[in-house]
């Protein structure tokens, strides 16, 4: 009879050490499974991105694949949640605003500023968005390439992607 008592609490033990695994595991090593806490307005770094021609122009560049896609005037714009993708087409005169740098083996001018955002529909409270105004020129082109998120937000590597991407076709 004791030898019964001695299984019980053993494989009670047994049972109460198995499920207390959920958590990290004790090397320190992160938990592969454990939720990614972003920031609002983070884009993850699995999303896919494919190629896009607007017509009538004669650029192409990579948006992020499923967002929402709409056009006012000239301007194409992609949005999803908190970010903004938007890019125009136009006749090329002067100097552009901003920092010249080397994207794609072209010199292209960028201007980095916030912006406030407009409220929501719903809670009626506006973020601040970081912005990334690119410039790029081809021969008489001009495209404006506009890259939108909230202050904070950390989708370097994302604007990088779109920013790179820009391909002249004519």
Known sequence: MNARILVIPACLAAVAVGACGGGSPSNGAPNPNAAENSPPGDIPDNQIYVRYHPGGTHFSVKVPEGWGRSQAGGTVRFTDK?????????????????????????????????????????????????????????????????????????????????????????
């Open 82 to 170: 908190l970010n903004s993708v938007a890019m125009r087409e136009q006749q090329a005169a002067g100097k552009p605003p901003g920092t010249p740098l080397k994207r794609a083996g072209q010199t292209v001018y960028l201007a980095k500023s916030v912006a406030q955002a407009a409220p929501n529909a719903v809670t009626g409270k506006a973020i601040t968005d970081a912005v990334e105004r690119y410039v790029y020129d081809h021969g008489a082109h001009r495209l404006v390439l506009t890259l939108s998120g909230p202050k904070g937000a950390d989708n370097v590597d994302p604007w990088r992607i779109v920013s790179d991407s820009v391909r002249w076709s004519g």
